[in-house]
């Protein structure tokens, strides 16, 4: 589980944990810093795929499916003990959304909260037309469609990171479109489900959230980029609100 899951802030006693899936190419180093900042009822967890940051000795995930079943495999103990929450970013919302599915489906878990943030709700038109998207091979061409499909901000000009950031976005935009979602008859959760974005990033088809629960569904615009989570000022923000939601889940 430790190679899998970052956790830089034990907290034994925690009423809930807050289970974080970070965006292409990275984020587990910065949101696993999160169990710092959360008070001692939160204990966060963070996902680290392999092929990345502290697991790049080990090959990508050839699908959405082998996300999901290691994923599971590792926190499953966890997650039947004590309550739980999903916060997914951008590629981190589709894994969070598909491991929250399986949970749901075939042992009857499920989150006691939903915080989705940068990323088109798996029930829209626009989620649907990336699957079938072509990917390109070329490592300019990448990054040229990362800017269309991967939200709005600066990239880097040293070399070496723009050529890794293109090969994680084109590994994940692969393990992306092998996730489908049926919409079913039955609304697949009953949580709640706040989903935030950036008021200077892409604008994302997120309205289809709505149709995900039948709980309550709230929209938060943050000012920046499409990494606003990581200004100060944001994550001060993204912190008390997440605290409140869980806290207010009757736990």
């Known amino acids: 589980m430790e190679r899998l899951v970052s956790c830089v802030q034990r907290r034994p006693d925690a ?7 970070p ?11 999160w169990g710092k900042l959360f008070n001692d009822s939160i204990e966060v967890l963070c996902i680290r795929l392999p092929g990345r940051q502290s697991h790049l000795e080990k090959p990508f995930a050839k699908d959405m499916a082998s996300i999901v079943t290691e ?3 590792a926190l499953l103990k966890e997650l039947k003990e004590k309550p739980f929450a999903f916060f997914g970013h951008s590629f981190g919302t589709y894994t969070s959304f598909a491991v929250a599915l399986h949970l749901k489906e075939k ?7 939903l915080f989705m943030s940068a990323a088109h709700a798996p029930n829209s038109a626009v989620h649907l037309a990336l699957k079938s998207m072509v990917i390109p091979e070329g490592n300019d061409e990448v990054l040229a469609c990362m800017a269309i499909l991967g ?4 990239l880097p000009q040293d070399e070496d990171t723009r050529k890794n950031m293109a090969l994680n976005f084109r590994e994940d935009m692969r393990i992306f479109q092998t996730f489908s ?3 079913a008859e039955m609304i697949p959760f009953s949580c709640d489900i706040t989903y935030f974005s950036g008021s200077d990033d892409k604008v994302y088809d997120a ?4 149709e995900l629960t039948s709980g309550d569904t709230a929209f938060y615009e943050l000012p920046g980029d499409h990494f606003y989570l990581l200004k100060p000022s944001n994550e001060s923000f993204l912190i008390k609100h997440i605290t409140r939601c869980i806290e207010n889940a009757g736990l």
């Open 71 to 73: 994923v599971t495999s």
């Open 23 to 33: 965006w292409s190419g990275g984020g587990t180093s910065q949101l696993a810093q």
């Open 107 to 113: 042992y009857g878990l499920e989150p006691v909260h």
């Open 181 to 183: 979602f049926e919409k």
């Open 151 to 154: 939200g709005n901000y600066d």
């Open 207 to 210: 309205q289809g959230w709505r």
């Open 15 to 21: 009423l809930c944990r807050l289970i974080c899936f």
